[in-house]
């Protein structure tokens, strides 16, 4: 998968705590489970505000 930037960074770290997660949700306490899933929300917010800056860029070049 492809992102819109070119940093592979933020999907390196999604990936990593998807597979954190599947890993938790079959093994770990419901705490855990909890844990990896608000920490699965932060990465998305994060990814998020960094993506929605291009997407408005992008928007405004098509204005005028």
Request: hydrophobic share 45%; glycine share 6%.
């Amino acid at each position: 998968m492809e992102t819109m930037t070119e940093d592979p960074g933020p999907e390196a770290m999604l990936d990593a705590c998807i597979a954190a997660y599947e890993a938790v949700k079959m093994h770990g306490t419901s705490e855990m489970q909890l844990a990896a899933r608000v920490l699965l929300h932060l990465v998305g917010e994060q990814i998020a505000r960094e993506v929605t800056p291009l997407a408005t860029d992008a928007c405004n070049e098509n204005v005028g």
